[in-house]
């Protein structure tokens, strides 16, 4: 495989056009290949971005491939009352299995991404604390991450869009989308109701009683904020129970956790001796990534156990595993306690 050829995940975002222009800079010959997931919306913008660039381009169509390792697992994990981000499993199971088919149809030993992480010598590091995004990468094959070049490292968003000023490009000032990509304009609950049949509505309980009545469990997440008590102190939702369409409310103190399981574990890493001693983040943000304690207990599961306590751990949610800032793999939330 040709070690100067790459092939880059490029969106109608900053992004991705910045990260051409860096490896364009590094020698690379860069190919554009553009994930065709909603009709096309976005493709005029990412083949402009190519042509300013300079930079081969390639639509591909994955809508097919959408269905089946995003939007249908999404969709089952919240009817199932899991909270499910998308992101990380379209990354490892349509994305970067894309930009790796489409590398080795013209023979390029590399992909690429926009993601704000570091990686050196097929390991991932986390990025610039305020827009890591290390953990969308926590379940990746590793036969993906021996091939990823993340160009813009540690590098902070405001660097990226004064290069892209710089470089006159019309995305530069594109806002960051706040949006699922399959979802657009409407919430993620209404897009469930069109494409299956959903819970109505169900009893919430507060201390073993029925204190309300909810509109269908798909439309509640683990921490939500829920009502008030008679007294005025907030509820949140701590457990959804996709079998009686129950929502179980507590005080805010009670939704963290100091012990979680996660099951479905990758492992980044070539060599993992248990008890492992790391850090967790169990969501993506930026400062909750306690110490912690990680226990085999068979069948690619793990028993991870926190000196501080995790806030609402949700089923579904992924756990990202860190050794300081190496990413060492992760797995998906099945219990807490």
Request: overall charge neutral; glycine content about 10%; proline content about 3%.
């Amino acid at each position: 495989m040709d070690e100067k050829k790459v092939v880059l995940g490029l969106s109608d975002g900053v992004d991705s056009a910045v990260a051409a222009r860096i490896l364009k800079d590094q020698g690379f010959e860069v190919y554009g290949l553009y994930l065709n997931i909603a009709g096309g919306a976005g493709e005029k913008e990412a083949r402009r971005s190519a042509e300013k660039l300079g930079i081969s381009f390639c639509a591909m169509d994955v809508s097919d491939r959408i269905e089946e390792h995003v939007c249908r697992p999404f969709a089952e994990g919240y009817l199932k009352g899991e909270t499910i981000n998308p992101c990380i499993g379209c990354n490892r199971n349509m994305k970067f299995e894309a930009l790796t088919q489409y590398a080795d149809e013209i023979g390029a030993k590399w992909i690429a991404t926009g993601h704000y992480s570091r990686i050196e010598n097929g390991i991932i590091y986390s990025g610039y604390p305020d827009n890591d995004q290390s953990y969308m990468l926590s379940k990746l094959k590793r036969s993906q991450v021996e091939r990823l070049l993340l160009p813009l490292g540690g590098m902070k968003k405001e660097d990226v869009r004064e290069i892209a000023r710089g470089m006159h490009l019309s995305v530069a000032e594109k806002p960051d989308s706040r949006e699922i990509c399959f979802i657009k304009g409407e919430t993620y609950a209404s897009w469930l109701e069109k494409r299956a049949k959903t819970p109505g509505e169900g009893d919430a309980f507060y201390n073993g009683s029925v204190f309300s009545k909810h509109e269908g469990i798909h439309r509640y997440t683990v921490g939500q904020r829920f009502g008030e008590t008679e007294s005025g102190r907030r509820l949140y939702v701590s457990e959804i129970h996709s079998e009686t369409n129950s929502l179980f409310l507590v005080l805010w103190d009670d939704l963290f956790k100091n012990e979680i399981t996660v099951r479905d574990v990758v492992w980044l890493t070539d060599k993992v001796v248990f008890p492992v001693e790391g850090q967790v983040r169990a969501r993506h943000t930026r400062w909750e990534m306690p110490d912690c304690v990680i226990e085999d207990i068979g069948d690619g599961r793990v028993r991870v156990t926190t000196k501080d306590k995790l806030r609402a751990p949700a089923k579904g949610q992924t756990a990202a595993f860190y050794i300081g800032n190496r990413l060492i793999g992760g797995g998906t939330i099945d219990g807490w306690r």
